[in-house]
């Protein structure tokens, strides 16, 4: 984002894939590259844009702004389907889903499987972004240190040698 008054003017430090390395675009970098300090918009856009896209990289910004969509939608659903649970006896433990609940679960699958395909995406470019191959995805199948392990890799920053992953060579 230069500005005209000043044509000389750099990007700030987190619009720049890595501080030692010029920028050779102006705005918003391309879908190939990462997009370092996104904004929550622009890290949304890009989610869809790149739906099933495993190739590349993703900056922290464009994954945690998704987890943080990800998360407020599915606690809105959720409670939708709490609100219209019902429990009829104090004996039976079995919950009573309601007209609510069931529209809420309806749009809790729809919400899962119109998203499941881009979160998988994402995460294994975020792991891209910090030069690690998507595969340790599947450590998330491992109980609980899994899940641990993973989060410690999406906080990583961004590595250099990632750029490997940016455009396949041809």
């Known amino acids: 984002m230069s500005n005209p008054q000043y044509p000389s003017q750099q990007p700030y430090p987190s619009q720049q894939p890595y501080p030692q ?8 970098p391309p879908l190939w590259a990462p997009y370092y300090g996104a904004p929550f918009q622009a890290a949304v856009k890009r989610f869809y844009k790149k739906y099933a896209t495993f190739t590349g ?3 922290r910004s464009e994954y945690w702004w998704w987890t943080l969509v990800s998360v407020v939608v599915s606690i809105i659903l959720n409670i939708i389907i709490s609100v219209g649970t019902t ?5 039976s433990s079995t919950p009573q ?10 749009l809790l699958v729809i919400w899962g499987l119109a998203t499941i395909v881009p979160s998988l995406a ?5 792991l891209h972004d910090s030069n ?21 890799f999406m906080v990583l920053g961004p590595d250099p040698a990632g750029q490997r ?4 060579s041809s």
Request: no cysteine.
């Open 132 to 152: 690690k191959s998507g595969w340790l995805l599947l450590l998330g199948l491992i109980p609980f240190l899994g899940g641990i392990i993973l989060l410690v």
């Open 97 to 106: 889903y309601g007209p609510g609940a069931i529209f809420g679960l309806i």
């Open 87 to 91: 429990s009829t006896s104090s004996i």
């Open 21 to 28: 390395q010029p920028q050779s675009w102006q705005g918003e």
């Open 122 to 126: 994402l995460s294994v470019r975020r």
């Open 165 to 168: 992953f940016d455009q396949p």
């Open 57 to 59: 990289r993703a900056s």
